[in-house]
C-alpha cells in the first residue's frame, strides 16, 4: 500500500512569521531528503512569499482569494495533482493571515484526496506582540486571532524577544485559557526544530512520556469512510439528520439504491445537500467534527450497509 502524503497547514494572522517557518522547514527537509512541495495562498493578484521556495520544490499558488472561503475547489483540485504528478513526502500548506483552521482542514479533504493523505498538524502562529495589543483590532479581527489558536495543534508564541519575562507568562496563561491541548513552543524568528513539529496528531506528548490519543486531546478530527455498496437513501437522510452539532461537516459520493447516479453530498453544520451526477467517484465519505466518536460513526454507517463487513476508515486524523 503506498505510503500516505503527510500535510502540514500553517495558520495566523498577518505579519505572525508563517513564511519565515516555511522557509526553516523547507531547509531541514532539503537536508533530510525528502520530497516536498507547497500549495501557497495569497489574498492579492501576485505571490510576495513564492520567491523563497526555491525552483527545486513543487510549488502551487492560488491567487486573489482565501483558501478557506472562495477557493476551497480550487485546493481540492491542485492538492490532487500535487499527489499525482509530484508523489512528494510532504505538502505544506500556507494559508492566508485570515483562514480559518476548521476551513482550511476542510478544503484539505475532498472525498477523492482523502484516503491518500494525512494532516500531521495544524500549526498555528500568532504574533506575540499583536496579541498583547489585540484590543486595537475590532471584534471581528479579535475573533479571528482567538479561533486560530482554539483549532491549532501546535502553537508558536513567535516574536518573544519583543515581550518581557512578565508579558511571557501571561500570553502562556491566555493561550492555554483558549486552547489547553495544544503544544507551545516561545520562539524568535520560528526557530523551532523541524523534529518537534513532526509529532503527530495522535499522540501529543505532554508532562514527560504521558501521551494522550488524538480522540482525548484535540478537537479537530477528520475520518473517512468507504461505502462497499448502495445505501436507503431515506435512511441516510435521517442519519444525517441525527448527527450532533459537534460534526461540522460531511462530504462525500454515495450510492443510493434504485438510482444509477452517484450522488454528492454535502452536510455543513446541521444543513445537508444532496446532488444527483451521472459520473461514478469512489464511494467515500469525509466526516470533520470535534470530539468525533469514531467508533459510533462507524457503528453507524456499516449499519446503513446492513452490514459491518467491508468497512474500511482510510484516514485517522
Not at 494525512?118 to 502562529?125: D, G, M, N, P, Q
Not at 506582540?129 to 486571532?145: F, G, I, T
Not at 508579558?167 to 486552547?179: A, F, G, L, M
Not at 477528520?222 to 437522510?237: C, D, L, P, R, V
Amino acid at each position: 500500500m503506498q505510503k500516505k502524503v503527510e500535510i502540514y497547514i500553517l495558520a495566523g494572522f498577518l505579519g505572525s512569521g508563517k513564511s519565515t517557518l516555511l522557509k526553516n522547514l523547507l531547509i531541514e527537509e532539503k537536508e533530510k531528503g525528502r520530497k516536498v512541495a507547497v500549495l501557497m495562498n495569497e489574498l492579492g493578484e501576485y505571490s510576495v512569499d513564492s520567491g523563497i521556495i526555491g525552483t527545486d520544490i513543487a510549488l502551487r499558488e492560488l491567487l486573489n482569494g482565501c483558501i478557506c472561503c472562495t477557493m476551497k475547489d480550487e485546493v481540492e483540485i491542485q492538492l490532487l495533482m500535487l499527489y499525482q504528478q509530484e508523489q512528494p513526502d510532504v505538502i505544506y500548506i500556507e494559508a492566508t493571515g485570515v483562514a480559518h483552521p476548521v476551513e482550511i482542514l476542510d478544503a484539505c479533504f475532498s472525498p477523492v484526496i482523502a484516503p491518500h493523505v494525512e494532516v500531521k498538524s495544524i500549526i498555528s502562529l500568532v504574533d506575540s506582540k499583536r496579541w498583547m495589543d489585540r484590543s486595537r483590532l475590532n471584534n471581528q479581527l479579535q475573533k479571528l486571532l482567538e479561533e486560530q489558536i482554539r483549532f491549532g495543534d501546535q502553537i508558536l508564541l513567535n516574536k518573544a524577544d519583543l515581550l518581557s519575562l512578565e508579558e511571557q507568562d501571561r500570553i502562556q496563561t491566555e493561550i492555554v485559557e483558549i486552547n489547553p491541548r495544544a503544544r507551545q513552543y516561545m520562539t524568535t524568528f520560528t526557530d523551532v526544530p523541524l523534529k518537534e513539529l513532526r509529532i503527530s496528531r495522535d499522540e501529543i506528548e505532554i508532562s514527560g512520556q504521558e501521551k494522550l490519543h488524538v480522540h482525548q486531546h484535540l478537537h479537530i478530527q477528520t475520518m473517512t469512510y468507504q461505502f462497499q455498496t448502495e445505501i436507503s437513501k431515506s435512511a441516510f437522510e435521517k442519519w444525517l439528520n441525527a448527527l450532533p452539532p459537534s460534526i461540522f461537516r460531511v462530504k462525500g459520493f454515495v450510492r443510493f439504491k434504485g438510482d444509477s447516479m452517484t450522488h454528492l453530498v454535502q452536510y455543513s453544520y446541521g444543513v445537508p445537500y444532496m446532488y444527483g451526477q451521472p459520473i461514478h467517484f469512489p464511494k467515500n465519505l469525509v466526516m470533520i467534527g470535534g470530539d468525533l466518536n469514531k467508533e459510533e460513526m462507524k457503528k453507524g454507517l456499516a449499519k446503513l450497509e446492513g452490514t459491518a463487513e467491508g468497512i474500511q476508515i482510510l484516514q485517522k486524523v
